[in-house]
């Protein structure tokens, strides 16, 4: 009887900023895919500027970089704010068995 008290306690645990963190995460993932997939096509491969007349596409190793580096920043934002979230919910209910 007492371990189904429990367990209700726990599912009427306030999640509602674990739940917005996680919103965040995702979103912050998605915009950080767009934003690479962006970069790929625009700061990667670019004009050479030696003629104007001739569309002449050469590569950039700075801006693949810099490509690389937004997605990993992004995955690591991304990471991060999932293990904090998790970690919040398993306090809240480590706290709520108490």
Same mark, same amino acid.
């Given at each position: ?7 209700? %306690?726990? *599912?009427?645990? #306030?999640?509602?900023?674990?739940? &917005? ?5 995702? /979103?912050? !993932? ?24 001739? %569309?002449? *596409?050469?590569? #950039?190793?700075?801006?693949?970089? &810099? ?5 990993? /920043?992004? !995955? ?23």
């Amino acid at each position: 009887m007492e371990n189904q008290e429990k367990v209700q %306690d726990v *599912k009427k645990l #306030n999640l509602s900023a674990e739940n &917005t963190l996680k919103v965040i995460a995702i /979103i912050v !993932l998605i915009g950080g895919i767009i934003s690479t997939i962006i970069c790929l096509f625009t700061i990667v491969v670019v004009d050479s500027g030696k003629y104007h007349y001739i %569309d002449d *596409k050469v590569f #950039n190793p700075a801006g693949l970089a &810099t490509t690389i580096g937004v997605l990993l /920043i992004s !995955l690591t934002i991304w990471a991060s704010l999932i293990v904090l979230s998790n970690i919040s919910v398993s306090l809240k209910e480590i706290n709520s068995k108490k």
